[in-house]
C-alpha cells in the first residue's frame, strides 16, 4: 500500500511593492475610495508545480458595499494585471482579491493570469468607447461596434446624450471602470464592463458590452444612464 505525503506550503513575502504595483494599488484606492493593501507569496504541493499570487485587499469602501463583491473584484484583479510590467505578468499565476466590507466580513476570489489576458483584451472596447467620449472623439464610436449588432452609425446619438447629460451635471471630467461581470444571451456570453463617468456635479453609471468569443473583441451593446 503506497503512502501519500502531501505538503502544503503558504509563504507570504514581505518584499515592496514595485512602481507599477503600487500605481495600481493607488489607482484602486482612489477609484472606491478604499483602503488597499497588498500580499505576495505562494502555494506548493510536492511534486507538483508552484502557483505564484499577488494578492490585493481593499477594505474600508463605501461604494464597494453598495456593489457586488464578485463583480469589483475581477476589476480590481485586472487594474492590477494591466499595471504590471510584462516581467511582473509572467510572475504572477494568480492574482488573489479580498474585499471586505464595512463590518469586516470578508469576500475572496482569485483570477489566473490566462482569464486575466482575455479580460484585458476584451476591456480595449471600453476604453476605446471610453476615451473617445471624454475626448470628444465621436466619430471613433463606429469604429469599434460590431456592425451586426448595430446597423446603423451610433456617433451622433452618443454625442447628444453627452451633450445633454453635460448641461446637467456639468463638465465631464474623468470615467473609472468599476466593475466586471458576465452574462449571457441567446447566442454567446457576454462580458459586461461597467464605468462611471464622472461630471463636475455628478457621477453616471455606464455599460460597455463584449462577447466572449475570441476574436471577437467589438463592442455588441452599451448603455448610458442619464
Given at each position: ?12 513575502l ?9 500605481k ?72 488573489n ?76 471630467i474623468?470615467?473609472?471602470p ?8 441567446e ?14 456635479n ?25
Open positions: 500500500m503506497k503512502q501519500l505525503l502531501t505538503t502544503l506550503l503558504v509563504l507570504f514581505l518584499s515592496c511593492a514595485s512602481d507599477t504595483e503600487q495600481s494599488l493607488t489607482k484602486i484606492a482612489d477609484i472606491y475610495n478604499a483602503k488597499t493593501s497588498y500580499t505576495k507569496g505562494f502555494n506548493s504541493n510536492v511534486g507538483e508545480k508552484t502557483i505564484r499570487n499577488f494578492k490585493i485587499i481593499a477594505s474600508e469602501s463605501e461604494l464597494l458595499d453598495s456593489l457586488q463583491p464578485s463583480l469589483t473584484s475581477s476589476n480590481m484583479a485586472l487594474l492590477v494585471y494591466e499595471g504590471f510590467t510584462s516581467e511582473e505578468k509572467e510572475n504572477y499565476d494568480l492574482i482579491v479580498d474585499v471586505l466590507n464595512l463590518k469586516n466580513d470578508t469576500a475572496s476570489y482569485s483570477y489566473p493570469r490566462t482569464l486575466l489576458d482575455k479580460l484585458s483584451t476584451k476591456s480595449m472596447a471600453f476604453k476605446l468607447f471610453s476615451e473617445s467620449i471624454l475626448l470628444k472623439n465621436y466619430d471613433r464610436l463606429d469604429s469599434i461596434k460590431n456592425n451586426v449588432d448595430f446597423k446603423t452609425p451610433i456617433s451622433k446619438s452618443i454625442e447628444e446624450v453627452m451633450q445633454q447629460n453635460q448641461k446637467i451635471f456639468g463638465e465631464l474623468t470615467y473609472q468599476i466593475s466586471i461581470g458576465e452574462t449571457k444571451d447566442i454567446s456570453g457576454i462580458y459586461r464592463y461597467n464605468g462611471q463617468f464622472v461630471y463636475k455628478k457621477i453616471i453609471p455606464y455599460l460597455v458590452a463584449v462577447d466572449v468569443t475570441d476574436g471577437k473583441d467589438k463592442m455588441i451593446g452599451y448603455k448610458i444612464n442619464q
